[in-house]
């Protein structure tokens, strides 16, 4: 189209700067939670003098990496402004699948695994092979249930509540069937590329925690850089504009749920090579926990807010009251009362920013 | 003038649509050819955003018929009405309030560079781009702003910037100047002018009555959902126009 | 003429019931004039279990086997099913101020006295030791607690602060935990799990365990586990832990369907039968994995 | 002020009847949900030929009373955009302080029961203060942590599923404490009262389910026809325009948690009588039960919609569920997945509404 | 006129007001008498509504004081400044979306009927009340309707219905006509007449030259944020005024 020459350019007379302490992160939720994390480590060094020792410190990393790539997934759902409740059962599931299919590839006679002369089994084909196949079937259920969540959302506009809570219902209903209550655990010939890829180390980095990293990382790029992004953020919003503006609104929120169903499959597989088991009652009610670390974390129920860094900060938040308050030796009742308490306060640091302004 | 002899870009034929109980539109027929401006008046629930909503896909009539350059056309969503070339600045203006002014103009059609098989977002030429088409409009609108901060005029003034963007074949705009300044209520006129000069059809809505005599080739009243009058703008009167609109008289 | 007995655990996502339910099964199935019903609540919640047994009554079930969630909630909804005609036993977990004809488990103070019991003869010198729960509020969990503080009450090991710890059956957390506790005390000598969870993440608890084997070598840190699943068995074969004090689940399953078709069939039954518990080492760990 | 006199009166001439089934009840969620509960019903008895027994429907009343006075609460919340997920450890932390209070105040030596001569106990006061002032003791806990959440959520502007989640681990965490883990009994002279008060029955009719009744009613018409229930649907509508038209935003929201927390409270304390105690593990996660039911009922988190009669029918369809699938006999590990599927059928027949207009 | 002698009903002396990095507005000084009309005007993103809404007890100042009846006052919220006499309609309308209409002009000050001590809302009073406002401002709006189906213009009828419950001193409109029909744009402005002459102050906002001119006694212009004239109606022009606006005359 022809642009007219402008005469005068328009120039902004009464923007002033600025400032650094005004902007991004530092004008975020993210920003003043991360603050309170740093107050809360501060008072448990002085808690515990173990707090900040090394081996601790890996603890940490392991553990907070446990829940948040599954809380990576369900950012993407809230800034959507939607929910996803079936993150725990989905994580159990996949695992269970995944160590199903692992173990049942591995069985003598299967295509994959002969029995040599001597009464050995013995790996035909390519070392790896067999854990490729399974973490892909568990992630593929994942893949499916997503799909159907955002079906269910997307095209029929069910209420992602009440959706998402019947597909926790049902997903681990499913658990409790095809491992008849019993749990499974991973076996076979591949196994041990299976601990080594989820509960390894890299120089004393968890794995866990790398793949986290890199997660986040791309998630970022993904949020703010590529159109399917801009179009979550626009569908929480205002979806109503969304739609208007030709954004594809059913297919960005089917993405998003496989997206978070993807995530919570892949947390499931890697929390199971580190526990040595997929038991059918693991993750139960870590959907709570999930969602409580993306929106301690910055994200926005109603939508329109969230990011990595906000999902990581608010596993770590929830993950140092945890170790911390088992390490100052508090007593176990209150305890609960306190992870309440500092879950609070963490929050109401942010309070000190709508105050500033 | 428009060329009347030419195929219409849009032609409506007996327009119904109920809302439950309430008949917001009812055998409405009407047709628009390229380079033509028409306004469409009535009072306030008359149907007209009703209308524009059917055209641009984003209700289902529940009567007649609407083609487009000649073909019958049903618009499920919105995206396929733009497909085809129609653009819409609604009334409701359809922003989201926590992107950008630029990220809003260029919502669903985001400009990208490609990086191998990977299409990144192009925040700056985006931006500069967005500072370009607000300074067309004369509008002191601020592309890295969250449109949620932003006045009323100025968030008008980004629903108006998105129809720059595509070469659309039919323009409408939803009571684009309600909340302008008179600077840029020229700006946006002098914008109907060029896009009529370019063969785009426009409809313009508006209660100013100056507007729509300023711009319009011809002038559509609806009353209650009906239409009551399609006239060229030079022979008919604003004072005819608002005998229209308020009923005082029935039909012209 | 065939029989359905209802059998109620406390909660269905707990392994240990599965063990129960196998049981059960596997009687029913040999039995042949049996059925057994496998119903709980998914988590331990006592109110859902008292209205699932509501539900066994309007459907008119031969028999119930409970496992109580709450004594006094449970006494209500087992009177209420005798007065409905329903024989009603216990197991794992008693009500004992109730109607139920009979109990079937263990006996929980014993299990703990039984853990104290094993670490003090391991460790006679003593230390500090943690116990890891499951839920603060389980009263068999509680009383097994009780029992292993009262056995280890004479010795010289002494319980840390914020012992016990409550894992809420999550064998993820159990584990979690275990890392904190000794890592909050470094001269820790002794965890105490009064159940089975972290074993049942058996490469989870073998990462802890394999940080902390030098002091397991050295005698340093013992570690004594409740329950004897086979995984159990296996890990403490293997060297991943000291000692095991088991209940007898199967048993227990088994002999709550023996037991209720004996009321059936108007036989006298005892009204306490103990299934006994299994004390594992290494000394005997092969025999029990047989 | 003056009014000008109208030449012509506004007439409508485009307006038709709206048709009966195009309004009210027909017109909602709650309405087709209804629809599909008789369904279910219908096939439930189908299933089972206890279902539709006179006993079986008892049980069914009074189970579905036990979470519908919670849910009544928890639907205000939602009106107004809220959530509120400490209401299960509130049904606990009320129900054991009222049997707590009971007890001590039943313990010979307090001011309300002497000692006699014969060592008998005599209760020296009007028969039932005890029961009185125990069941105030619980709601006035249930009033204080309604207060705080509220206070945090309206005053501070804390995020509402942060708050209450972090108050649902304060809670839980301080009923472990009361109790040192043990639960409580309710006990003394009064606790017949107590008993037939919260699970007894008037002509075959469950007491919980008259409570239900009374509530639901004084609820409907708080809701509909007094200024504080349209300050209730404003705020869910449009907060903004709530507070900038006057509405008391602060107060309204936090009676409005006061009420949930009441109702909760009271719930816990109905629930304790039947089960004859209060044990702490009570309630365990019944928050997502409670929102889910109210949901289902056609209430809508994005706040603006909900009301009693839909919070009573999520409940029912719930609890049908629940049971039906337990006297079908359906195996235990396919029912979970069958609640599941069944509660997103559900809402989906409300589907066939929009399809229909 | 205006009695200039009497205390102004409204003083404001240096207000200022900043939201990060933006200044909204800047030493703004302006008072406005019992009786008089005051035309705001400026262009988009002026700061016409923030020194509305400041007023109206919505933000805070960062700078200046806010003098009302003679007295300083600082309004924490809205209701605040509800309570002393300031009724506003707001650009944005403030309604909600899902209450009827009549619920909508009734928000805040429902009318109740007593029973015993128990007050129930009046539904049929305030329907028939309401429905005479909308008559009165000659829009078809039916009161039972929810707000969230109704047209543009419907919208604002409700919002400024709104203001005729109170007896209030202060009326501030911020675009009051910018979505409604010709006709019912005149009985806006004769309700602003008649407001005048009961004695209520009267802060018009618009950007629709003729109205402003119509019916104000002093018209002030703004510009990015600072006060650029402040004059009687018949001491200037459109042409001026537009002239302010747009920049091209620095300030009078
Ligand atoms: N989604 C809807 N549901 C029900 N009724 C609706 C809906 N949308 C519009 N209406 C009704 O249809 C009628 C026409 O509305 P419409 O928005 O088309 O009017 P309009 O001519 O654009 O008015 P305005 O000039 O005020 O913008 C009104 O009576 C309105 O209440
Ligand atoms: N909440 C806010 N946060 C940040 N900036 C704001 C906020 N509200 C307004 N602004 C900015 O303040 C300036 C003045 O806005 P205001 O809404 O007062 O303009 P206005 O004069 O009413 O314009 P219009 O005629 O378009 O309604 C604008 O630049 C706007 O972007
Ligand atoms: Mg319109
Ligand atoms: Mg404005």
Known sequence: MMTLPLENPISFTNIGRIRWWQRGIFASQTGYVLLALVVLMIVM?????????????????????????????????????????????????????????????????????????????????????ILLISVLAGLCTAFIVGLVNGFCIAMLGLSPFVTTLGMLSIVRGLAYVVSNGRGSFPGGPDADYFYALTSGDVLGVPAPFIYLVILAVVMAVVLHHTSFGRHVFALGGNEKAAELTGIPVVRVKIEVYVICALAAGLQGIIISGWLGSAPANMATSYELNVIAAAVIGGANLAGGLGGPLGAIVGCVLLEVIRNGLVLAQVNSYWQQTLVGVIIILAVLVDRIRSRMT | MASTGATPVLELTGIGKEFGAIRALHGVDMHVHPGEVVGLMGDNGAGKSTLVKIIAGNFRPTHGEVRFDGNAVHFYRPIDARAVGIEVVYQDLALADNLTAAANVFLGRELTRKFGPIALLDHKAMASRALKLFGELRSETRPDDLVKQMSGGQRQAVAIARTRLSNAKLVMMDEPTAAISVRQVEQVLSLIHRLKEQGVAVMLISHRMPDVFAVCDRVVVMRRGEKRADKAIHDTSPEEVTALITGAKEAA | QTYKFAVVPKAMNNPFFDVARDGCLKRAKELGNVECIYKGPIEHEPATQAQIIQDFITQKVDGLAISVADVAAMTKSIDAATAAGIPVITFDADAPGSKRIAYIGTNN?????????????????????????????????????????????????????????????????????????????????????????????????????????????????????????????????????????GQRPFEMGEKSMDTLLAIKKGQKVPEVIYTGLDLVTKDNVAQLLK
Not at chain 1, 80 to 100: E, K, N, P, Q, R
Not at chain 3, 149 to 157: H, I, M, P, V
Not at chain 3, 162 to 186: E, H, K, V, Y
Request: hydrophobic share 45%; with cysteine; proline share 5%.
């Open chain 3, 109 to 245: 103070k014993d299990f703990g006295l039984a853990l104290g019991k094993q670490l003090a003869q391991l460790r006679p010198e003593g230390g500090k030791y943690a116990i890891v729960s499951g839920g603060p509020g389980a009263k068999n969990l509680a009383e097994r607690v009780d029992g292993v503080r009262e056995s280890l009450k004479g010795t010289k090991w002494v319980e840390v602060q914020g012992s016990p710890t409550f894992c809420n059956d999550d064998s993820a957390l159990a584990i979690q935990q275990m890392s904190d506790l000794r890592t909050a005390t470094p001269d820790l000598g002794a965890i105490v799990p009064i159940g089975g969870w972290p074993m049942f993440a058996p490469e989870g608890y073998k990462a802890f365990v394999n940080k902390n084997k030098k002091d397991i070598d050295a005698g340093k840190f013992t570690l004594v586990v409740a329950d004897t699943l086979k995984m159990q068995l296996e890990l403490l074969r293997d060297g991943y832990s000291n000692a095991l004090t």
């Open chain 1, 45 to 129: 060094h002085f808690a515990s003098p173990y707090f900040f020792t090394q081996g601790n410190m890996q603890n940490v990393a392991k553990n907070f990496s446990f829940i948040a790539i599954a809380t990576l997934g369900i950012t993407f759902v809230i800034i959507t402004g939607g929910i996803d409740l079936s993150v725990g059962s989905m994580m159990c599931f996949s695992a269970m699948i995944t160590s199903m299919v692992m173990v049942e590839l591995s069985a003598p006679g299967s295509h994959f695994v002969h029995l040599a002369a001597d009464g050995k089994t013995v790996v035909a084909n390519v070392p790896g092979l």
